[in-house]
């Protein structure tokens, strides 16, 4: 199968996927950290907004946790600028606010985020927020929510729709594709995006069940994802009853 061709069966799905959202006149705030899956969301919402005609925002968060968060930032801005995008920057103190409120520096910064989110959203009035969460995020987060102790429903996956507030819709438009998908979104389109450097510091739980706990598994079995997205959509519908 050619570029092209490939290219056309990833939009396909990323459009059926989302066909019974974002209408004329609704406004998205997208959160977008310059990563690869951040810049794929906000590409592809830019371009259905054109069809839908529906208004794209961004938002950025500076954890200032990393010597790179700067750069980043700069990254974003820049590429906002080329999409035609309004970006809100938001600065978090995550070791301060790990610190004061006795929290792992990952649970920290997921507070700083919906925070900052939250605020931006307001601001504009948003109807959604988008997040770029996909669907092997969706596996990972099976595995950690195992290693942490769970009920049934944390093992439901990430929702793909859940309420930020009483204005606010959370979506996240990617959940139906593979990370493989998006980084061939991205190459097709020729669309810069960073690596973020800590992605590879296994000293964050998700990064070691994603780099090394994963791959261990798949050896045994390869269906291995395939085989916890259906037992998360079984506990899904039995969480529903």
């Known amino acids: 199968m050619d570029k092209k061709s490939f290219f056309s069966q990833i939009w396909a799905k990323l459009l059926i996927s989302n066909k019974d959202f974002f ?8 959160g977008v950290s310059g990563g690869a899956d951040s810049v794929c969301l906000l590409h592809f919402l830019t371009q259905l907004a054109q069809k839908k005609r529906f208004r794209v925002y961004a938002c950025h968060i500076n954890h200032s946790l990393r010597e790179n968060a700067k750069k980043d930032e700069l990254f974003t801005k820049k590429l906002c600028e080329q999409l035609g995008v309004e970006l809100f920057v938001i600065t978090k103190d995550v070791k301060n606010i790990a610190l004061k409120n006795k929290l792992s520096i990952e649970h920290a910064a997921r ?60 979506i996240r438009p990617l959940l139906n594709i593979r990370r493989q998908d998006v980084i061939n979104y991205v190459k097709f389109n020729k669309l810069k995006f960073i690596t973020d450097e800590t992605n590879s510091d296994e000293k964050y739980t998700r990064n070691w069940v994603r780099n090394k706990l994963l791959p261990m598994v798949e050896k045994k079995q390869p269906q291995i ?17």
Do not use: M
């Open 111 to 170: 507070k700083a985020r919906y925070s900052a989110f939250e605020s931006a959203a307001k601001k504009i009035n948003a109807g959604y927020l988008a997040l770029a969460h996909h669907l092997d995020d969706n596996v990972e987060t099976f595995f950690l929510n195992i290693l942490r102790g769970t009920k049934a429903k944390g093992l439901t996956g990430i929702p793909r729709v859940r309420p930020l507030n009483k204005n606010t819709v959370i």
């Open 225 to 241: 994802r395939e085989h916890i997205l259906l037992i998360s959509k079984d506990l899904e519908k039995e969480c529903r009853k």
């Open 23 to 30: 209408k004329r006149g609704d406004k998205v705030l997208v």
